[in-house]
C-alpha cells in the first residue's frame, strides 16, 4: 500500500475538487515548486491512486431522471452465484453503482432511469430475469440532499 504523507492529500483533494487544476495552480496553492508536483502527481497515477479523470455532468440541467436504489436477495449465496451476478450487473447501463453487502440484502445498487415506466421495464424485464434474483426491494428517491464525487482521503 502507498503511503500517503499531507502534500499527496492535498494534491488529491484539489484534483477531486477540479481536475482541471494545472500544475502551476496546485503548486501556487501548496506553496512549492511545479517539478515536484508533477512527480508525486505521476506517482499518484502510476500506483493507481488516481485511477482516472473525468467529466462531472450535472444531472439537473439534463432531460429528467429518476434515481433508484435496489436491494437484491439472491435465491444462493455460493461464490460462483454471486460472481454471475457480478458479471450481469456489469453489463447493465442503468446501474451505475453496485455493492456486495453483509446483513439482509446480498447487493445494494443505485439505478437511474427515465420514470416510472422506465424503471419498471428495468426491474421486471432486466434485474428480475436475472440467474439466482430472489427479491428486490426499491427505494425512490425523492430529493437529493448531498451529492459528492470527492471521496474523504483518511491518513
Given at each position: 500500500?502507498?503511503?500517503?504523507?499531507?502534500?499527496?492529500?492535498?494534491?488529491?483533494?484539489?484534483?477531486?475538487?477540479?481536475?482541471?487544476?494545472?500544475?502551476?495552480?496546485?503548486?501556487s496553492e501548496l506553496g512549492?515548486?511545479?517539478?515536484?508536483i508533477y512527480e508525486r502527481?505521476?506517482?499518484?497515477?502510476?500506483?493507481?491512486?488516481?485511477?482516472?479523470?473525468?467529466?462531472?455532468?450535472?444531472?439537473?440541467?439534463?432531460?429528467?431522471?429518476?434515481?433508484?436504489?435496489?436491494?437484491?436477495?439472491?435465491?444462493?449465496?455460493?461464490?460462483?452465484?454471486?460472481?454471475?451476478?457480478?458479471?450481469?450487473?456489469?453489463?447493465?447501463?442503468?446501474?451505475?453503482?453496485?455493492?456486495?453487502?453483509?446483513?439482509?440484502?446480498?447487493?445494494?445498487?443505485?439505478?437511474?432511469?427515465?420514470?416510472?415506466?422506465?424503471?419498471?421495464?428495468?426491474?421486471?424485464?432486466?434485474?428480475?430475469?436475472?440467474?439466482?434474483v430472489s427479491q428486490i426491494?426499491?427505494?425512490?428517491?425523492?430529493?437529493?440532499?448531498?451529492?459528492?464525487?470527492?471521496?474523504?482521503?483518511?491518513?
Amino acid at each position: 500500500m502507498l503511503k500517503l504523507d499531507p502534500i499527496d492529500i492535498r494534491i488529491l483533494e484539489l484534483l477531486q475538487s477540479d481536475a482541471k487544476m494545472n500544475i502551476k495552480e496546485i503548486a501556487s496553492e501548496l506553496g512549492m515548486t511545479k517539478t515536484p508536483i508533477y512527480e508525486r502527481i505521476k506517482r499518484l497515477e502510476r500506483n493507481g491512486v488516481i485511477d482516472k479523470y473525468v467529466a462531472i455532468v450535472n444531472q439537473k440541467v439534463l432531460p429528467s431522471s429518476m434515481i433508484v436504489f435496489c436491494s437484491v436477495m439472491l435465491e444462493g449465496q455460493r461464490l460462483e452465484e454471486i460472481e454471475q451476478f457480478k458479471r450481469a450487473i456489469l453489463e447493465i447501463p442503468e446501474v451505475v453503482q453496485c455493492y456486495l453487502m453483509g446483513g439482509a440484502n446480498d447487493f445494494l445498487l443505485k439505478v437511474v432511469v427515465k420514470d416510472l415506466e422506465a424503471y419498471h421495464q428495468f426491474s421486471s424485464g432486466k434485474l428480475a430475469t436475472l440467474p439466482n434474483v430472489s427479491q428486490i426491494k426499491s427505494t425512490f428517491v425523492l430529493h437529493e440532499v448531498k451529492h459528492s464525487t470527492v471521496y474523504p482521503v483518511l491518513e
